[in-house]
């Protein structure tokens, strides 16, 4: 069966300093892979989505970028954390194709002090 | 611009009652409407909905769309203190090869007391 870990849980980190969000799928071939955000009291906003290796494409200009170095590995980092970078991080996965069910991982509380 | 609106922002009902959660969306080149649970952490999923009219139920839930006025409303009956949750509701555009690209309401927040 498929399962999907996501790393740290959480997270405390300062201003300025960098950051590396890692999310693995297992049980699963080339998968499409996603990065959401969720800030307090919102839904989710999509941030990054790769359809394969190497292939990452951005929804909304900010501070993060993403990575995929391996199939089934998915990576959020910035170089510079902001405040406004805090907030709940989400990564999912689907098989390609229209989208039926979206997986999601546990999650990563980021937190900007 | 894409636009999914959830109604009412929280709820708070007692055991038993039948609660009704709405969505409404503005979304060019709609594919599905989707509904997930969300308790602590990861969301769930609970239903897709791609044609108007056709009723998806589960258990105590159940979940309908109508494509020509926009709107999807969850449905859940018989309430338990275990369905407190945000119930996220979310609609998938078409676009080129890239599927799996959902605009997310910003939920409903449903607590059920005793």
């Known amino acids: 069966s498929q399962t999907i870990h996501q790393w740290p849980a959480t997270l405390v980190q300062p201003v300025g300093s960098p950051l590396s969000l890692e999310c693995t799928v297992e049980?699963?071939?080339?998968?499409?892979l996603y990065w959401y955000r969720q800030a307090a009291g919102r839904g989710l906003q999509l941030l990054f989505y790769?359809?394969?290796?190497?292939?990452i494409s951005s929804e909304v200009p900010q501070n993060l970028s993403a990575s995929r170095p391996q199939d089934r590995q998915f990576i959020l980092s910035s170089k510079k954390l902001l405040l406004s970078d805090s907030g709940f991080y989400l990564c999912?996965?689907?098989?390609?194709?229209?989208?039926?069910?979206?997986?999601f991982g546990e999650g990563s509380r980021l937190t900007v002090l | 611009e894409d636009k999914v609106v959830q109604s009412p922002l929280s709820l708070v009902v007692h055991e038993g009652d039948t609660v009704t959660l709405n969505c409404s969306y503005e979304?060019?080149?709609?594919?599905?409407l989707l509904w997930y649970k969300q308790e602590k952490k990861a969301p769930t999923f609970l239903f897709m909905l791609?044609?108007?009219?056709i009723e998806k139920k589960s258990g105590r839930l159940s979940s309908i769309l109508d494509k020509k006025e926009l709107f999807s409303i969850l449905n859940i009956t018989a309430t338990q203190t275990g369905d407190s949750a945000v119930y996220l509701c979310?609609?998938?555009?078409?676009?080129?090869?890239?599927?799996?690209?959902?605009?997310f309401g910003q939920g409903t927040i449903l607590t059920v007391h005793p």
């Open positions: 790769s359809v394969g290796i190497g292939q």
């Open positions: 979310a609609v998938e555009y078409a676009g080129g090869t890239s599927y799996g690209k959902l605009t």
């Open positions: 791609t044609s108007s009219g």
């Open positions: 979304v060019t080149n709609f594919r599905s």
């Open positions: 999912a996965w689907t098989v390609g194709g229209p989208i039926g069910e979206l997986f």
């Open positions: 049980g699963t071939s080339n998968p499409n």
